[in-house]
């Protein structure tokens, strides 16, 4: 097994937070959950309403759900609207493709066809290849999208002949609680960080943005950076960073995985034992970081820090 002997890991995801935490934990990892975004949910939306009615209302060949959350979203959108058996009418049309086992489970308990089923790892790469055998030229095809655009997907989608119609059921908004991004700021500045996981942009963003709330800037450039898909990496370049290293797939597991060898490559390459960069840091004081250290300097950095509203 992939090991990270000790070495703290922070992360930014918001919704998966526990589950990263023990993904970096059973690898022998110290996680540091520092959630960046949070999920709101927006069936009246009226974005999401008039992106639906766009779909109801067109000669939609392929409809494509990426999560479950956002499947259930939309259909609450259409009930919402009075439009529930236009949707089904619609879909019974159509081709449906799933990404993965959620939105299957939730379109099962719908009693809504599937059509096509993206292989594990059920990214959107998957989704594609699984419609590669599809003529799109020409094909309108409807994309539930999950917090931010998916370029990637809609894109090669175009890039293929379709018109291509995007549903945007839920948007990913900041915390309400700033006290973990506080938390992973001062371990920053205290080199108590070996590694950080990025998953999308919109964590690279609200990072940034509760941070200059504080008159504070993210100490991450000696700090190897794991970004996953290309999205987050292009939010990583326009701060000035870097991905050092990638997932080989669209799982989580993937990327705690990408840290691990990053770190045994970097071993390789020194031919010396790099001591983690939260062990150098905590060297002189003859004591290994702690979180309740960590959040002590939080707390009392806070209490000195005159709140500034966002703009």
């Known amino acids: 097994m992939a090991d990270l002997q000790r070495r703290v890991v922070a992360f930014l995801e918001g919704r998966r937070t526990a589950e990263l935490a023990d993904l970096i934990q059973r690898h022998n990892g110290v996680a540091l959950a520092a959630p960046c ?13 008039a992106s639906l009615r766009g779909v109801l209302d067109s000669d939609v060949h392929i409809v494509i ?9 939309v259909f609450n959108s259409a009930k919402l609207m009075g439009r529930d058996a236009d949707l089904r009418h619609r879909l019974a049309e159509a081709s449906v493709v799933v990404r993965g086992p959620k939105p299957t489970a939730v379109l099962r308990k719908l009693d809504i066809r599937i059509d096509v089923t993206a292989p594990p790892p059920n990214t959107s790469a ?16 409807a994309v539930q999208l999950y917090g931010e655009p998916n370029p990637a997907l809609s894109q090669t989608l175009s890039a293929r002949g ?10 990913w908004d ?46 991450l450039q000696d700090v190897p950076i794991g970004a996953q898909g290309p999205v987050a990496e292009a939010a990583l370049e326009r701060h000035g960073l870097h991905a050092a290293f990638r997932p080989a797939h669209g799982h989580m597991g993937a ?15 020194s031919r010396v034992h790099p001591f983690a960069r939260s062990e150098r ?31």
Do not use: C, W
């Open 37 to 49: 975004l949070r999920e709101v949910h927006q069936p009246d939306s009226p974005v999401l309403q």
């Open 65 to 73: 759900f990426l999560t479950g959350v956002g499947t259930t979203t």
């Open 126 to 141: 998957e989704v594609l290849s699984a419609l590669e055998a599809v003529d799109l030229h020409g094909k309108t095809v």
């Open 162 to 171: 379709a018109t291509v119609l995007e549903m945007a059921p839920y948007v």
């Open 174 to 219: 900041r915390p309400v609680d700033p006290a973990p991004i506080l938390h992973l700021l001062d371990a920053l500045d205290n080199h108590q960080v070996d590694a950080v996981l990025i998953t999308s942009q919109a964590q690279v963003d609200n990072l940034f943005d509760v941070a200059r709330d504080y008159a504070r800037e993210p100490d």
């Open 255 to 269: 990327l705690v995985l990408a840290a691990a060898d990053y770190f045994v490559e970097a071993f390789a390459r």
């Open 281 to 311: 840091a905590s060297a002189g004081a003859g004591q290994a970081p702690t979180t309740e250290r960590v959040n002590a300097r939080t707390r009392e950095r806070a209490n000195k820090t005159v709140h500034k509203e966002p703009n």
